[in-house]
């Protein structure tokens, strides 16, 4: 009986992340993730599935419709193609019920029992699994980041490419978040402009600082929550070149820089500060804060950009509103945005009106009427949820939601 309990926990334990649903859509061309200079090492943004169990990196985005499970020898996250009723051999003489594994039944002298008063709440994050050997580079660069004072030379650019390395990972990921002084050290260089005149080598602090946040934020639950501990005093402080509190000067940044060296660089960096906005607001409170700080009329102001420089950007801009306000599929609270009636696209048209809040109907529409050859561009979805929270009521596009809001 021993041995099949722990047969049984070590199966339970692989099949407690695994998630079957309906039949993937076919494989598209995405974008690739680089993380180093060797282009060996870059991987596609969207996760391409086989037929055999392939690891899934922190930073891919996986399309529906996949047999996903947690390897429980290696943590890591597997994926491939799912195949309806096909059968797991390792459940071959255990109890399954509704897809999971289950124990068998006990007598009376082993019922649970009772929580005792006082007892530790359940963690739902859980323990993060630590490396064998932490980083010295890693260490090295959180320590020069906390200090505040960075020297203008290349040590600091060698910095951030160790922490832009390590940052996805959730253990690095959440190191960060816990060191206060390197997290604040990073939004202030994230908002203030990098000089067009150093960065014309390299990429910029500003847009370096950025791809930081936005990987140590990124499907890591455990820094989100260290960040919105410490965000109170975080957004309260002032950067030294800025004349706002960080809070509002986050908001500000938002706004595409016309600083940079090139209409693709701005592109780029409003892609990576959108993705670092998207981290933040899933914490309810910093949601709420952002929501009354303006953030909707800022990233208006993106989708109402001309060119197609910018499509990535809006797509990010486009990609925060559904998760976090309009799909509930993918976790948004529904009835906190839309907050204003809808403008009229007469008003839209105007200079005083273009990027008001109530104006993103009209500029959705716009893009999606631009789109209309692209099948499933996520301006679609965007539009007709957004239509459906108008009205107050929920809606289910047809077809598959998340294969259409990624295609462009």
């Known amino acids: 009986m021993p041995g099949f309990r722990s047969r049984a926990a070590a199966v339970f334990g692989l099949l407690a992340a695994t998630v079957i649903s309906a039949a993937p859509s076919g494989a598209h061309v995405s974008e690739l993730i680089c993380h180093t200079s060797n282009s060996s090492d870059c991987y596609p943004r969207v996760f391409v599935p086989t037929h055999e169990f392939q690891i899934v990196h922190d930073d891919q985005e996986l399309p529906p419709g996949l047999h996903v499970r947690i390897n429980i020898d290696t943590q890591k996250k597997e994926a491939k ?48 699994k630590e490396p064998e050997r932490e980083s010295e580079s890693f260490v090295a660069a959180l320590t020069m980041l906390s200090s505040g004072a960075l020297p203008e030379d290349h040590v600091v650019d060698e910095s951030l490419d160790h922490l832009e390395e390590l940052a996805h990972d959730i253990y690095y990921g959440l190191k960060l978040a816990e060191t206060t002084d390197a997290l604040r050290t990073l939004l202030c260089l994230m908002v203030v402009p990098s000089d067009p005149a150093n960065a014309a080598s390299s990429t910029p602090r500003d847009h370096r600082a950025a791809s930081i946040l936005a990987g140590a934020l990124s499907n890591n639950a455990a820094a989100l929550s260290k960040v919105a501990d410490a965000w109170a005093a975080l957004a309260a402080s002032k950067c030294s070149s800025t004349k706002v509190p960080l809070g509002q000067a986050l908001m500000t940044t938002l706004t595409p820089a016309k600083t940079v060296i090139s209409l693709k660089e701005s592109a780029s960096l409003a892609k990576a500060k959108i993705s670092v906005i998207n981290g933040l607001v899933k914490n ?5 804060e952002f929501l009354n700080g303006g953030m ?45 009636p809808r403008l009229s696209d007469v008003q839209c048209r105007t200079d005083d009106f273009a990027t008001a809040e109530g104006c993103w109907d009209y500029h959705v529409e716009k893009i999606m009427r631009a789109n209309k050859a692209a099948q499933g561009h996520w301006s679609t979805v965007l539009h007709e949820k957004l239509a459906a929270a108008r009205a107050g009521q929920s809606v289910s596009v047809d077809g598959d939601d998340d294969a259409r809001r990624h295609e462009l």
């Open 81 to 128: 193609i799912n195949v309806p009723g096909e059968q797991d051999a390792s459940l071959n003489g255990l109890l399954v019920q509704d897809g999971a594994v289950v124990a068998a039944p006990l007598g009376n002298e082993h019922a649970a029992l009772p929580i005792p008063k006082g007892a530790p709440t359940y963690d739902a994050v859980g323990k993060v």
């Open 284 to 288: 309810a409170d910093i949601r709420l």
């Open 296 to 340: 909707m009329d800022r990233l208006l102001e993106m989708l109402a950009l001309e060119g197609k420089e910018w499509a990535g950007a809006q797509r990010k801009a486009g990609e925060l509103v559904l998760d976090n306000f309009l799909d509930e599929d993918m976790g948004a609270k529904l009835g906190q945005w839309p907050r204003v």
